[in-house]
């Protein structure tokens, strides 16, 4: 029963703050929407701090499962179609388990929390990382030289990246595939 309040506080807070962003959102607005009373929130996390760091891994958990799921698909699709196509469904809303697009959770994270010595900054930049590895890993079908293979990695990345933000600032799910256009010509300029 205690798990179960502790999820129902990272599930409301991670929904709130990344609809609304961490610093908008305060304490007493996650625990009317959670319905939990506040002893029991600071019994599981001794700050607002910590609750942010319990949803980035949340979030982290679910938007890698899903993107791994994506691009591991059996479809008859390069990794680099698998990649921008999956950034499109996410996008348009139709990526159940991620709920809705507003933007990438850990881009508004990292803007919000500056520094390196912050523990947000650090969870944020790991979760690009493992993202930057799991698409590596899928890189790997079409035998590039170790040296082309990272400047591709390099390009996806920053592609993915933008493709994100602009597809928040002008609420258009169409830029990735505008982003996997130029993906594909990186590709073959590095082929």
Known sequence: MEQDKKQ???????????????????????????????KTLYHHFVSKDELLLATLELRHQRFYQWLEQQLNSTEPASP????????TLWFEGKAQVLGPFFGCYFQNCAAEYHGPDSAVLQRCAQHKLKVKHLVNTQLQSYQLTAETQSLLLDGLMLLKEGAISMALLHADATVAQHAKKQALLLLRALS
């Open 8 to 38: 129902q506080l990272v599930e409301t807070a991670l929904m709130l703050f990344y609809r609304d962003g961490v610093h908008a959102v305060g304490i007493n607005q996650i625990l009317e929407q959670s319905a939990i009373a506040k």
């Open 80 to 87: 680099v179609d698998k990649l921008f196509d999956a950034l």
